[in-house]
């Protein structure tokens, strides 16, 4: 797993512990173009390799714009999705 400090945002007491693949445009999963959330006390942070990524929280009508130099921050079970802008490479990292 690539050595991250922790993001500004995250409660204090979290460790990553997990992260998926690298997504790019094409192989994103179909679930995270869809609504969908973290488990109780999981955070997620999504990181951004190349390109441009939009993360989208509807119940607070959230659109961030997430980049190399921006990284989204998901909250415990907390609906999201994330749309693509053109060509990226992104993962999610884990943390509890």
Request: hydrophobic letters at 35%.
């Amino acid at each position: 797993m690539t050595n991250h400090l922790k993001p500004k945002g995250l409660p204090s007491g979290l460790a990553p512990y997990k992260r998926t693949p690298v997504f790019s445009h094409t192989s994103v999963p179909k679930g995270l173009l869809k609504d969908h959330a973290t488990k109780a006390g999981v955070w997620g942070v999504i990181h951004v390799e190349e390109g441009a990524l939009e993360y989208v929280v509807p119940g607070v009508r959230k659109h961030q714009h997430l980049n190399s130099n921006a990284v989204g921050i998901v909250r415990p079970e907390e609906l999201h999705h994330v749309k693509p802008d053109g060509n990226c490479r992104f993962y999610v990292e884990f943390w509890r």
